[in-house]
């Protein structure tokens, strides 16, 4: 009978754990690149949560005992939810700061042009926005991006155990830290063609000034086009660098924000 009592409540203590730590994983699913997808169904997503949930349940429960109350247990969810968020936020932010790269790459070039009159697809379509995109998902998945994402996850558990509150001031000022770094990130990432485009819009009204019956405008958009594919193109190692360096801060950042109360 004694067994029995303690096989149950080993059995509900492991129960209790995977719920908490499946909480914590969930954001990831939700706002970290790759993982994140739209690409990736549902029930993919799913799947994949439950089994890393299961591989590192045994992990986060070291030398932790999951209270049975429910009230306690729907707290703690929150709260894992709330660490989780915090992480998955941190490498967010730097997919956003290269979509943003591109974005402003779009603009200055000409290519958002595109987005409102495209008559091929007859939808918006930012062409650099989504290149950058593509490439930042390729140098995630080649430098192991998924990889160091799960381990800096199965890190927070040493800093912020499941059955302990995490200290929010510090979660607030990591994302707000975040959140201030993605336009200097863009311009960083950007700043090869910004600076490229800018020499030839000036190299363009010198020329006007010189020959007023150029017709600059007819010349210049698919001189600013060759001109933004060749800057972008010659720049892609740079850009995977930074990408690649970026990825171990963001990761360090967020645990660094990862402080118990």
């Given amino acids: 009978?004694?067994?029995?009592?303690?096989?149950?409540?080993?059995?509900?203590?492991?129960?209790?754990?995977?719920?908490?730590?499946?909480?914590?994983?969930?954001?990831?699913?939700?706002?970290?690149?790759?993982?994140?997808?739209q690409l990736i169904p549902a029930r993919v997503k799913g799947l994949v949560a439950v089994g890393i949930s299961i591989g590192l349940t045994p992990i986060a429960m070291h030398g932790q005992h999951i209270p049975s109350d429910p009230l306690t247990v729907t707290e703690l969810v929150l709260?894992?939810?709330?660490?989780?968020?915090?992480?998955?936020?941190?490498?967010?932010?730097?997919?956003?700061a290269v979509?943003?790269?591109?974005?402003?790459?779009?603009v200055v070039?000409?290519?958002s042009y595109g987005s409102l009159i495209n008559p091929l697809s007859g939808e918006q379509s930012a062409i650099m926005a989504?290149?950058?995109?593509?490439?930042?998902?390729?140098v995630f998945l080649v430098i192991g991006g998924d990889a160091w994402t799960i381990k800096g996850l199965g890190r927070s558990f040493e800093l912020v155990p499941l059955t302990s509150a995490p200290?929010?001031?510090?979660?607030?000022?990591?994302?707000?830290?975040?959140?201030?770094?993605?336009?200097?990130?863009?311009?960083?990432?950007?700043?090869?063609?910004?600076?490229?485009?800018l020499i030839t819009d000036v190299a363009f009204g010198v020329v006007s000034r010189v020959v007023p019956q150029l017709n600059v405008f007819a010349v210049g958009f698919p001189?600013?086009?060759?001109?933004?594919?060749?800057?972008?193109?010659?720049?892609?190692?740079?850009?995977a660098n930074w990408i690649s360096g970026q990825l171990s801060s963001s990761v360090g950042a967020a645990l660094g924000a990862l402080h118990v109360a």
Avoid: C, W
């Fill in 223 to 239: 001189t600013k086009v060759a001109v933004a594919m060749l800057v972008v193109a010659v720049s892609l190692p740079f850009v």
């Fill in 130 to 138: 989504r290149f950058y995109s593509l490439v930042g998902t390729l």
């Fill in 1 to 37: 009978m004694n067994i029995s009592k303690a096989l149950s409540e080993l059995a509900g203590n492991q129960l209790g754990g995977f719920i908490l730590v499946l909480a914590r994983i969930t954001p990831l699913f939700v706002l970290a690149p790759l993982f994140s997808s």
């Fill in 79 to 96: 709260q894992g939810m709330l660490v989780g968020l915090a992480f998955s936020l941190a490498l967010a932010v730097l997919m956003a």
């Fill in 167 to 197: 200290r929010l001031s510090s979660l607030v000022g990591g994302s707000e830290h975040a959140f201030a770094t993605i336009f200097t990130a863009a311009l960083e990432i950007g700043a090869p063609v910004l600076a490229a485009l």
């Fill in 109 to 111: 070039s000409g290519f």
């Fill in 99 to 106: 979509d943003s790269a591109g974005s402003l790459v779009d």
